[in-house]
């Protein structure tokens, strides 16, 4: 590498340039860096009562470049502080860059463990990936464990790639820490490997976590083992999946699997499988175990296609959704924005039994949260439109019979492409929720929506607008009722009760 990177060069350059960035795009309570590129959320933890959110970042571009790891801490995480940054690729075993991994408490010190990437530019079967630890006594400024890397190429079982082997996951069970390790065979098939350690310093090969089958694609990238009340769940990102009815190639997808792992063999066995979030923005979601059970959250974007804030030298690309309690049921799993949203609302109004005929207009203001709820005997077809002074739009349309959304953003100015064909990615589609009943939210930013489904179905999606939304119109063609309406807008800013 003919660049070194520093903390305290990047730290530097963060202070000394964000003033620069363009905000037209940038989201007013989703979290994003105060500048440069972010992917993957990284470390996502509970440290001495707050949330640390770690996060794949260079700085220093609009783009992808050697991955540092950002750093923020919330008391309930919504409102984040942002913190100096907490790696960056200095030492001969990550100068490709510090790539995605976990934290976890031990002690009363942060452990995070992240994977150390080395390219080799003029031979990709030479590149290598391998596992670090960085450890904190306070939980912002971090110290390379010396024995670094604690995980190589000869830590992987044979059969496996040697040069794909990355983001690993950090869980506990049974006084013994455990962490789960993207992976793929020699063969190009994806696979979850799965390691063991007593001091998270000293670490062995246990398994082939989960083995190949054809959800997982050609590899599988930041994979998260987590109970959701009794049952177990593996919530990942496949590459190159490709669906067997429709013959639809999925560069990338995140699953939602519930299983079962028998703990002597230590193999993981898929039951059942879902994508957890119907939308185009959304991959590498992680999780963090609460007192009040899981949250995740994800990056709010997707590879592969445009990226307009970086077109446009914003200076920015790339956010995080919010984070999503998930909870199972005793049917089925389901997920929600965390509670602490509510201390950030105002100006909310609720309104009863209303009737759309034809047209409703629900807001002619900027909103940025919608919670409709609907008895079942009253639905019919309807479009949600979200439209601004430059006659752009968002479309959500219900299909009553489906009982599925579809999401348009196609009458947007600024489009997003694919990188590869240049077509528009405009469109997507929910699968449909249970029950008769319908409750919908959708949280609104500046260049992003998140639509819940009876807590159980999610779609998220980016866009870019010239203007702010002014006027929000529910249209039917048939009389359609709304049991409750309530709209409020979200200011970090607010002063909290506690």
Known sequence: ????????????????????????????????????????????????????????????????????????????????????????????????????????????????????????????????????????????????????????????????????????????????????IGSKTNDNKGQVLLYKSKDLLDWEYVSVFFPYNKFLGTMVECPDFVQIGEKEYFILSAMNYEDEKTGKLYNHISWLIEGEVDWNSYVFNMNTIQKIDEGLDFYAPQTVVTKEGPVAISWMQAWGKSFPSNEQAHGWAGQMTLPR???????????????????????????????????????????????????????????????????????????????????SRELTKVQIVDEKSKETVGASKTIPYSGENLNIELFIDTSSIELFINDEVAITNTFYLDEVFTEIVLESLEEIKIEKLSTANIDLNLEKDN
């Open 325 to 407: 309690k998930l909870e199972y049921d005793g049917q089925r799993l389901k997920q929600k924005i965390i509670q602490n949203i509510e201390s950030y609302k105002y100006n909310q109004i609720d309104k009863y039994d209303i009737s759309c005929n034809n047209q409703l207009i629900l807001s002619q203001k900027s909103i940025q949260y919608l919670n409709m709820k609907f008895e079942g005997n009253q639905l019919k077809d309807f479009k949600i439109k979200l439209s601004n002074k430059t006659n752009e739009e968002i479309v959500l349309s219900y299909n009553h019979l489906e009982k599925i959304f579809y999401f």
């Open 1 to 180: 590498m003919t660049e070194k990177f520093t903390i305290e060069k990047a730290n530097d350059f963060i202070e000394s340039n964000t003033e620069k960035v363009n905000k037209k795009y940038y989201p007013a309570y989703h979290f994003a860096a105060p500048i440069g590129w972010i992917n993957d959320p990284n470390g996502f933890a509970m440290y001495k009562d707050e949330y640390h959110l770690f996060y794949q970042y260079y700085p220093y571009n609009s783009q992808w470049g050697p991955m540092h790891w950002g750093h923020a801490k919330s008391k309930d995480a919504i409102k984040w502080e942002h913190l100096d940054v907490a790696l960056a690729p200095d030492e001969k075993y990550d100068q490709g860059g510090c790539f995605s991994g976990s934290a976890i408490e031990k002690d009363g010190k942060l452990y995070v463990m992240y994977t150390g990437h080395l390219p080799d530019e003029t031979d990709e079967k030479l590149t290598r990936q391998n596992q670090n630890i960085a450890i904190s006594n306070d939980g912002i400024t971090f110290e390379k464990y010396k024995n670094n890397p604690v995980l190589t190429e000869n830590d992987i079982p044979e059969g496996s790639s040697i040069v794909d082997y990355r983001d690993p996951k950090i869980f506990k069970k049974d006084n013994l820490y455990y962490c789960v």
